[in-house]
C-alpha cells in the first residue's frame, strides 16, 4: 500500500509546467464561461401546453444575437423570418399539434449556441373547427357561368377575415367579387361569364383562421379548374324556342314546351348545376300529392340538366311533342325531343348558362347558381370587404 501511494504521489510530483499552464487556461476559461450571460429563448406564449392557433408565434433570445430559428412539427416546418432580433411565424399553426423550437444565437463572446424548446397547441373539436368544401373540383372543366362554390360546414362570422384570405385568379385575368349568401356559404364570379378557355385559381387560406365564436378554419384548400367552350342556351318560353350558341355562334335552334299556368319556368339566369343521362322525377319532390291531377311519377326522363334547386331541369320530353314549339304544357321545365335534348346534353357541362326570357315568374339568386342575376355593382355589395 505505501508504494502504491508512494508510485502516486511520485507521478504526481512529475508534474510539468506546460501541463500546470493548461490547466490554468482551463480555469481561465471556465471563468470567463461564468461571466457570459446565458442564452435563453423567449416566446409568445404563456402556456407551452396549449398554445393558441390563431396568433403568430414570435421568439426572442436574451444573452446573444438570435441568428436562426426552426419550429416544425411531424406535418413539417412552420414558414417565418427573423427581424429586428424576433423570429416571427408567417403561417398559423395546427391545433393538438406537438412543435419542437430549435433556435441558434450568438454570444458576444462569438460563439454559436443552440437552444431548443417544444410546446403543443390547443386542442379542438370538429365543433369548434369550420371545413371549407369548394366547387368546381380540382381539374373540373366547366361552363363560363359556373361560379366558384364555397360552403361552410359551420357559421363564419367574421366574413371580412376569411375573405381576406380567399383568394381567385384567373388567367387571363377577369375581376371579380365574392358575395355572401349566408355565414355559411360563398360564391365567386366575374363581372361577366368567364372567357372561353380561362384558367382559374382558388386558395383559400383558412387553416387555423379564427371564423368568430370560437370556430377555427378547419383546413386551407387549394383547386384549379378550366373553363371550356361558351354554351349559352337562350330560351323563350312565350315563343316555345330555344337557340344555342356555342362560342357567340348559333348552333341549333329548338322548338320547345316550358311551364304552363301556375307552373311557369322562371325567368331570369340559370346555369346547368348537374347533369343525369336517366332520372326519376316525381312530382312530390316539389310538393305534389299522389292525390292531385298534377301529380306525376316518370321513371326514366332521359338527358336531363338540372338548373334549378327547385326541380327545374332541361330534358327529352317526348310526351310533349305535339305541344313542343307551340304550347306550354309541363311543370317548369323545358321540354324537347329526344334528338334535341341528346344534342344538348352532349355539349354542356356543369356551368354553362341558360337565360330565359318570356315568363313572369323571375328567377332568384338562391335557387341553384343564380348569380347572374345581379348586376356586377349589386354582386360587390354582397362581398364582406365593401
Same mark, same amino acid.
Given at each position: 500500500?505505501?508504494?502504491?501511494t ?10 510539468g ?11 481561465g ?31 426572442t433570445?436574451?444573452?446573444g ?13 412552420v ?22 423550437v430549435?433556435a441558434?444565437?450568438?454570444r458576444s463572446d ?8 417544444r410546446?403543443h397547441?390547443v386542442?379542438?373539436?370538429?365543433d ?22 364555397v ?8 366574413r371580412a ?23 355559411r ?6 363581372? #361577366?361569364?368567364?372567357?372561353a378557355?380561362?384558367?382559374?385559381s ?11 365564436n ?9 383547386i ?9 342556351? #337562350?330560351v ?14 348559333l348552333a ?11 307552373w ?21 319532390t316539389?310538393?305534389?300529392?299522389e292525390?292531385?291531377?298534377e ?22 320530353a ?5 305541344s ?6 309541363s ?7 329526344l ?5 344538348l346534353?352532349d355539349?354542356t ?21 343564380g ?16
Amino acid at each position: 500500500m505505501v508504494l502504491l501511494t508512494g508510485g502516486l504521489g511520485a507521478c504526481t510530483a512529475a508534474s510539468g509546467p506546460g501541463e500546470a499552464a493548461q490547466g490554468s487556461a482551463r480555469a481561465g476559461n471556465a471563468a470567463e464561461e461564468a461571466r457570459q450571460e446565458p442564452v435563453r429563448l423567449r416566446t409568445s406564449w404563456a402556456d407551452p401546453a396549449a398554445v393558441p392557433i390563431d396568433t403568430p408565434v414570435t421568439v426572442t433570445a436574451s444573452g446573444g444575437t438570435l441568428e436562426t430559428v426552426r419550429v416544425r412539427s411531424e406535418a413539417g416546418a412552420v414558414e417565418g423570418t427573423v427581424s429586428d432580433g424576433t423570429w416571427t411565424s408567417s403561417t398559423l399553426l395546427e391545433p393538438g399539434t406537438d412543435y419542437t423550437v430549435t433556435a441558434t444565437a450568438t454570444r458576444s463572446d462569438g460563439r454559436s449556441v443552440e437552444r431548443t424548446r417544444r410546446f403543443h397547441t390547443v386542442d379542438l373539436t370538429l365543433d369548434e373547427q369550420t371545413f371549407a368544401s369548394v366547387a368546381p373540383l380540382d381539374g373540373e372543366t366547366v361552363g363560363v357561368g359556373m361560379p366558384v362554390v364555397v360552403t361552410f360546414d359551420l357559421p363564419v362570422t367574421d366574413r371580412a377575415l376569411f375573405e381576406k384570405h380567399m383568394r381567385v385568379t384567373s388567367t387571363p385575368a377577369q375581376k371579380g367579387s365574392w358575395y355572401w349568401l349566408s355565414d355559411r356559404e360563398a360564391h365567386y364570379r366575374p363581372a #361577366r361569364y368567364w372567357k372561353a378557355g380561362t384558367d382559374v385559381s382558388v386558395d383559400l387560406d383558412i387553416n387555423s383562421l379564427p371564423a368568430g365564436n370560437g370556430i377555427y378554419g378547419q383546413e386551407s384548400r387549394s383547386i384549379d379548374f378550366h373553363v371550356g367552350d361558351s354554351v349559352v342556351s #337562350r330560351v323563350d318560353v312565350s315563343t316555345h324556342t330555344m337557340r344555342t350558341f356555342v362560342n357567340g355562334t348559333l348552333a341549333r335552334t329548338m322548338p320547345i314546351s316550358a311551364g304552363k299556368a301556375g307552373w311557369e319556368t322562371r325567368s331570369g339566369t340559370k346555369v346547368i348545376i348537374e347533369k343525369f343521362r336517366r332520372k326519376r322525377m316525381n312530382a312530390a319532390t316539389i310538393g305534389v300529392d299522389e292525390s292531385d291531377p298534377e301529380y306525376y311519377d316518370l321513371s326514366n326522363v332521359q338527358y336531363a340538366m338540372r338548373v334549378t334547386y327547385s326541380g327545374e331541369f332541361l330534358h327529352a320530353a317526348p310526351w310533349s311533342a305535339g305541344s313542343q314549339g307551340s304550347a306550354n304544357v309541363s311543370h317548369g321545365c323545358v321540354g324537347m325531343s329526344l334528338a334535341d335534348a341528346q344534342w344538348l346534353y352532349d355539349r354542356t357541362r356543369r356551368g354553362d348558362v341558360v337565360e330565359v326570357t318570356g315568363s313572369e315568374r323571375q328567377m332568384t339568386l338562391e335557387n341553384g347558381f343564380g348569380d347572374w342575376n345581379l348586376s356586377a355593382a349589386e354582386w360587390r355589395q354582397g362581398s364582406a370587404l365593401g
